[in-house]
């Protein structure tokens, strides 16, 4: 018996008056291979890297996505293969050079017995681009560290300087706001509405970057408050974690962004409580600090709080319009946690910071209690069971949210909410299929509950877009063309 597409998913909030919504799964998908073969990407990168994985390997992508236009999307790999163990004196990362993907989804509606939802993705990947400096970046030697090497990847030239994920790409003279570390761990990736540049989340830093998008050339790099920065670097997130009194803490830094319709202003959430919040005890220890900053100033403007529920951090934010916005928060249960480990939270809240109070100068259990109002806007974890799949077999790290291009459905005008996974590089975990994922959830006007969504307006909604990048299978990593 088939299962049914939809379900009756209950919107409460967490305080103020509930919601009804029928927002539905309407397709899903994954991504394992390209032109360049199985669980390989097209960087042009054929070496291997200091664990034995390839330069290429194609995965960790769910990071982050955002859509470009009709139903081509970017995503973003975080800092590389580092899941299996290699070396704790490095955290097990390696000099993967980070990138992002150019994907088209070939979103069709099904025919006949296709698929028991009302669409079909066909992920297809078109372009891979690296990302580089063009001034030099600090990489770690590796003295003092074992056999590890040094953190400089191969590719680095005069003229191209690639940001890594290895976590000793660092100056220890400097805090780790210092922009020429070449560490970079990505978690989010959000489109500028004139289409050329995308902007980074980072956990390193933790920094917000501005690339080129048909390059992969760093633009801009945006400065935090003092008060997200550790000012004592290791390799090893442990000892800088017990090292610091203030900061992000290590691979809890920077992790969701969102930009708003307009393209005017960034909006950024640490993963967890930075350090000297959670150090509060009590209600400061669940508290995360929302970021607003000018795109064109690069002024930071507000903070906000956020209260974490029943997720134990946030993987993602996603503006609905110029001031309400997605919040993806998670746990980390579910496929590739451990064998039989189940799904429970996967929700996405709704906040709003249009009377939200700014406590950019309170400590954190004062920002605790003047936290933004969140309202449950979807349980994925209910949706993907009511579709037949079991808890067992959602994935672990739901972490990349954006929204796509509007469908029909029996004559309906129906948004999409597209939702990525993060598979840590691994495309099996103890004998079960580990891939990344897309999932597509269906709604209206009506699920929202009073909000209205704006999506960005892009130059491409109009033009097609040209398909530049660094590192497309071509010798010497220059410029590259995906046909």
Avoid at 78 to 104: C, E, L
Avoid at 342 to 371: E, P
């Amino acid at each position: 018996m088939k299962l049914p597409i939809a379900v009756l998913a209950v919107l409460t909030t967490v305080a103020g008056a509930s919601l009804n919504a029928q927002i539905s799964l309407i397709a899903r998908g994954t991504l394992t291979s390209s032109r360049a073969g199985d669980y390989a990407d097209l960087s042009g990168l054929h070496n291997t890297l200091e664990n034995g994985a390839k330069a290429n390997l194609l995965g960790g992508f769910g990071s982050g996505i955002t859509h470009l236009s009709g139903d081509t999307f970017l995503a973003v790999p975080d800092r590389g293969p580092n899941a299996v163990s290699f070396d704790s004196a490095v955290d097990d990362t390696v000099s993967y050079i980070d990138r992002f993907h150019t994907i088209k989804m070939n979103l069709k509606p099904s025919r006949g017995s296709e698929s028991d939802l009302p669409y079909t993705i066909e992920p297809e990947l078109e372009a891979t681009t690296l990302l580089w400096s063009a001034t030099p970046l600090v990489y770690g030697s590796g003295l003092g560290l074992g056999s590890v090497g040094s953190g400089k990847p191969a590719q680095d030239n005069f003229f191209q300087h690639y940001f890594t994920g290895r976590s000793d790409n660092f100056d220890p003279e400097r805090n780790s706001g210092d922009p020429n570390d070449a560490r970079l761990d990505p978690e989010s990736i959000r489109i500028s509405n004139d289409g050329l540049s995308i902007f980074v989340s980072d956990e390193y830093g933790p920094y917000i970057y501005q690339f080129s998008r048909l390059t992969g050339q760093r633009i801009r790099s945006y400065s935090l408050p003092a008060k997200y920065y550790v000012t004592k670097l290791s390799p090893m997130g442990d000892t800088e974690i017990a090292d610091n009194t203030i900061g992000r803490v290590a691979n809890k830094g920077m992790e969701g962004l969102a930009i708003t319709p307009d393209g005017r202003t960034l909006v950024g959430i640490v993963q967890n409580s930075l350090i000297q919040d959670a150090n509060d005890g009590d209600a400061g220890a669940n508290m995360l600090r929302i970021i607003t900053l000018d795109v064109l100033t690069g002024r930071v403007e507000h903070e906000y709080a956020y209260n974490l529920g029943p997720g134990s951090g946030v993987s993602d934010l996603l503006a609905l319009n110029d001031h309400e916005f997605l919040v993806d928060e998670r746990d980390g249960k579910g496929l590739a946690d451990s064998v039989g480990s189940k799904a429970k939270v996967k929700q996405i809240f709704k906040i709003d910071l249009s009377k939200a109070t700014d406590v950019s100068k309170m400590d954190g259990n004062t920002a605790a209690t003047n936290a933004v109002t969140k309202t449950l806007f979807l349980d994925i974890v209910s949706v993907l069971k009511a579709n037949g799949m079991d808890a067992t077999e959602i994935p672990a790290k739901i972490e990349g949210l954006s929204f796509g291009p509007d469908v029909t459905i029996k004559g309906v005008k129906t948004h999409t909410f597209w939702v990525a996974n993060d598979n840590d590089f691994l495309s099996d975990f103890e004998g079960t299929p580990n891939p990344n994922q897309f999932f597509v959830f269906g709604f209206t006007d009506k699920d929202l509950g009073g909000s209205k969504l704006v999506t960005q307006q892009s130059p491409f909604d109009f033009f097609p877009q040209p398909q530049y990048g660094f590192g497309h299978e071509g010798p010497g990593h220059g410029f590259g063309f995906p046909w």
